[in-house]
């Protein structure tokens, strides 16, 4: 499996369950938003927009970064 499918699988994960910690925190504080079933569809659904942004962002950020490490040690060379 590719290295970036499974990056992305777990960003996924990473939103669905923090998505059910945010619900169920308010679920605490204030009373039940949503039940059961739909609270776990919609925690699905934000993993899958979490798992599809990271696949389709990973690379760019990737990019992003080392660019900016490269700038960072040229500057820091100069000085």
Do not use: K
């Amino acid at each position: 499996m590719e290295r970036r499918i499974i990056s992305a699988t777990l960003w996924g994960a990473v939103g669905a369950m923090s998505f059910l910690v945010l619900l169920q925190a308010y679920a605490l504080l204030a009373g039940p938003l949503l039940p059961f079933a739909q609270g776990a569809i919609v925690a699905f659904g934000v993993g899958v927009a979490a798992a599809v942004t990271a696949y389709a962002l990973e690379r760019r950020v990737a990019d992003w970064a080392a660019r900016r490490a490269l700038e960072g040690a040229s500057e820091s060379g100069n000085g």
